[in-house]
């Protein structure tokens, strides 16, 4: 019982949030009442999110020597020696494989873009974490591909300047994650070498461009005519303040409120951000399965 208690923390569940992305295009491509697609785009995030978390596990596997030096890691299941290492190995290999097997009959381009997810983590445990500035962008490649694999379960087209957003969103909080261990941590470059290639200030700087492009790469989003044409509509401008508040909350809770060395979990139990996010979805919701704001038209000209 004690082991199965510590293997859900091994899983990192609370990391599923990163995999909402896959829903986007369901969403977007206006397929939320197709209830075939509905039930696909949630298979496809179960299958996803099980791979994923069994990244993590391999991740722990290999760092949990560093890990037990650092001081919030060390109490990771693996690191503490809470469970037993090859245990925890052996029934995620099962669990990867049940995952990618599932995957591959949903589709079997939805599993070569999980397989290049897996595989690509990978690498970037192994190798790309090492060198810097590549170790925050393969991260970001990391949510691409997420919502690429969800678009792809329901056979729309992702706008690039979306996938840009996602991008340089990704972009930012890895950053911030960074930023945040470098201030937590007293001697950084002890627990992550590649800590030492960082500063405050150079990542207060690439925060900054990130977030600004994220935020303009939105604009452009809604405002782009192959989003009108796609979409029939072009009031998505109105949910631009809503994620410019849900981006600068963000930038409160890291600077501020000093959460930036684990921003998923920060962001995620931020009840401003997550109404923020709520408020966004019912938005786009109105505004692309309904003509309630159809009489803007009149007020615009």
Known sequence: MIFLKEYFKLLRIYQWIKNIILFAGLIFGKKIFEADLVYKSFLGFLFFSLIAS???????????????????????????????????????CIILSIALIASYKLSPVFFSLAIFYFGFNLLYSKFLKHI?????????????????????????????????CTFMLALFWGFSKRRGEILLLKNAGEHRKILEEYSPEFLNLMMGISTTVTLLSYIMYTMSPSTVLNLGTDKLFITIPVVTYAIFRSLYIIYIKNMGHNPTKAIASDISVLASGFFWLILVSLILYTNLFSSLNFLMK
């Open 54 to 92: 069994s990244q993590y596990v391999f991740n722990d596997y290999l760092d949990r020597e560093q890990d037990a030096l650092h001081p919030e890691k060390k109490y990771r299941p693996l690191a503490s020696k809470k469970i037993d290492p090859g245990y925890a190995l052996v029934l995620t």
């Open 132 to 164: 810097v500035i590549l170790d925050v962008m393969s991260i970001s490649i990391g949510f691409v591909i997420r919502a690429i694999a969800g678009a792809v379960l329901v056979n729309v087209n992702f706008s690039s300047w979306l996938i840009l």
